[in-house]
């Protein structure tokens, strides 16, 4: 005999088949990654077709992703040897940049009763800095040295503020490969000065980085002081360069002012990936022993399945879970690269390249900073979540009256606390056009035709650059860039 429900109750139990497919869609995402397209374009050394399955997929990204889609956009545009339309787009982006230092109330409120994917994505502070980077690149790859410079000074501002916002020295406040890059761009326009300034400030920058970074200071940027310190006339800092660094060969600017210089970027590896972390919090005795069976005591080395996850804590009503992003670093494979230039006589000249960024590095740094709020923040989101699910349960059983009760209360818990597991979720955006590491290669030769081999050693690594042929005048700067998968 089926008990005679109050109207509310009917009302209640009419939403829970929509209830029910809210919760097991909830863990569901797309069934196709678009960042494993784009990398397969561009290991089949195709970025062209990498930056059509961006812009394709730019629905994917939707509103609260639109700084992402900029980013990445710019990103293969630039890989697609497509300079002005990267620049044009990268510009979009540092607007957008601008405009998200203000959140909506509405937005803010979204995320805290779901997650973070309902804010805007803002980016980190070093994919900031890279924005001009990149940019500057832009510029300086089709030889618009003076485009190029106002990308470095705007670096410089961004990292001024960065600066002063960020107190503590051992934060992500200084980017020594976004100086090092500057440094460089000055030289080639013969401001010697500020290269210098730029170079120094690189130098700093490295040195404060090296605790978490990876990184050690390029020897290239050693000679750069060297070489600019000597003609500048500046013999106090010129001697404890030389007195820091012994080693280091170096030729002075005079000797180098008839010859070209070849820079050539290599983004070598792909960013890492972030992933969800489950913490699943028991908070009674029997809810323990279910976390215990369902997830062991130790993650699972498997994936396990979040609708199935919903269902048993949904059921069970004690399970509080916390998604915390986790970063799965993706380390190139290539240690170095050796870049020869040969001319039509034969001679070649050879430069080994040297890490001069390590994105993973500023993505743990990031992260590392970050991981303390975002865990307290979900902690609370998660404890609001299982706040609201237990008075939606109390209110439909106070309705459904004393006989349906017990079990539209089982069935409204299912759905209540179900969804508050299904609906927890990291936020897992991050840039991840961006290679693992940024090597430089310089080197200077005679004005004349070269042919260009980049190689690292022992690899048969595919380079869109290898064999390219290039005319150098005395006194250029030439910059190649080149994209590397392993």
Known sequence: MNPILPRSAHGLISLLPFLAVLVLLTGCGPSVNRYLLIEQSLVAGDPQQAAAIVEQTENEYGAKGRLLYEMDRGMVLQLAGRYQQSSAVLEQAEEEVERLYTRT????????LTNDNALPYEGDAYEHVMINVIKALNYAAQ????????????????????????????????????????????????????????????????????????????SSLQSDLLRTTEALNLTTEFAGYRQTFP????????????????????????????EDLFLDLPISLDALQLVLINRGVFQSPYQRNRAVDSVLYGLNGQVVRVALPRLVPQKTRVAFENMTLTDSSGHSVSARSELAQNVTALAEKSLSERLPAITVKALARAATKYAIAEGITRGAQHAAGRDGAPWVGLLVALLAHGLAVASEEADKRSWQTLPDEIHVARTW?????????????GQEVPTTKDGQTIALTAGQTMFIIQRVMQ
Request: aromatic residues 10%.
């Open 105 to 112: 109330i509405r937005s803010e409120t979204a995320a805290f």
């Open 143 to 218: 030889g618009q040295l003076q485009e190029a410079l106002v990308e470095a000074r705007r670096i410089d501002h961004r990292l001024n503020v960065l600066s002063d916002r960020v107190t503590d020295a051992d934060r992500y406040r200084n980017d020594g490969f976004a100086r090092y890059l500057s440094g460089i761009l000055y030289e080639a326009t013969g401001d010697l000065n500020n290269a210098f300034i730029a170079y120094r400030n690189a130098y700093e920058a490295y040195g404060s980085m090296s605790g978490w970074s990876k990184m050690s200071v390029p």
């Open 247 to 274: 080693e280091v060969e170096w030729q002075s600017s005079a000797s180098q002012e008839q010859l070209a210089q070849v820079v050539m970027i290599s983004y070598n590896g792909r960013a890492p990936r972030k």
């Open 445 to 457: 030769v005679s004005p004349g035709q070269y042919q260009v081999s980049i190689q690292p050693p």
